[in-house]
């Protein structure tokens, strides 16, 4: 068996290097913002030193962009392949509805990114969300519209304003996860615990088979078997963006 050329190796040693920037980056951005992360921090937990990530990167400015371009890419991505996979359009529809909610309980770190940006747009101040439009969120959304009005034409789905059956979906998701320290309070029960994300992951999808589907049997059935083939993710941090670094190897002096 040939080794690998030293071209080859070099190119994959860079892109590992890359990766591993890129991963503590998301983790400090997510954590402590753009304003509070720093580049020290996020080059020592990538193993690097200052002066490699700014051979990678011209600055912190732009190690934003690229790390949430990276992780934006990402659940494009995974929301086209399960809106293009195989089934009806009210099954496709579905399974983007699971992979939303998975998303969200999997990729923290986007999310506290997400959530950061809107801030930012919504103050009108320079954000990094408008650059990811045309990249990432518009795709998304004009199929997923794609999706639904072709439900809708064939029948399978009811006949309501397709972006009110998105925002009912996608919204319950994003509302569950949010509200979750309040309900925490109310209800005394911890909504991100595992067993509640399992009940409350298949309610959402229940809920959709019998209220959007124009035959309920029908949705039902979808729903349930939509389920069985979609399982849970074991733990958050799924994403390989999310992914934690190796632990750095100390030497005892």
């Known amino acids: 068996m040939k080794s690998a050329s030293p071209t080859h190796a070099s190119t994959d040693r860079s892109a590992d290097t890359r990766d591993r920037i890129l991963k503590a980056a998301i983790r400090q951005f997510s954590e402590n913002g753009l304003a509070g992360a720093r580049t020290e921090q996020i080059a020592e937990e990538a193993g690097v030193n ?3 990530l700014y051979y990678y990167f011209k600055g912190k400015d732009d190690l934003y962009s690229a790390a949430l371009e990276s992780v934006a890419e990402g659940v494009r991505d995974a929301s086209l392949a399960a809106l293009h996979g195989g089934g009806t359009a009210g099954e496709r529809f579905l399974r983007s509805v699971l992979n939303h909610f998975d998303r969200i309980h999997t990729n923290r770190g986007f999310q506290s990114l997400m959530q950061q940006e809107m801030i930012r747009l919504h103050r009108g101040e320079t954000n990094a969300l408008t650059a990811l439009v045309e990249k990432a969120f518009r795709p998304l959304h004009e199929l997923t519209q794609a999706v ?3 439900g809708i034409s064939s029948g399978e789905l009811i006949a309501v304003d397709k972006l009110q059956i998105s925002y009912s979906a996608l919204g319950a998701n994003v509302f569950y996860f949010l509200s979750a ?5 109310i209800r005394g ?5 595992q067993k509640a994300l399992e009940h409350r992951r298949s309610a ?3 809920f959709l088979g019998q209220s959007i589907f124009v035959d309920r049997d029908h949705g039902s059935r979808v729903a349930a078997r939509v389920l069985k083939e979609e399982p849970m993710p074991a733990n958050a941090g799924a994403w390989p ?4 670094p190796a632990p ?6």
């Open 50 to 52: 200052k002066a490699l």
């Open 148 to 150: 639904i009005e072709e």
């Open 181 to 185: 320290p309040m309900m925490r309070l």
């Open 189 to 193: 029960i911890d909504p991100l615990e």
């Open 204 to 206: 959402a999808i229940s």
């Open 241 to 244: 963006h999310l992914a934690s």
């Open 248 to 253: 750095r190897k100390t030497t005892k002096k």
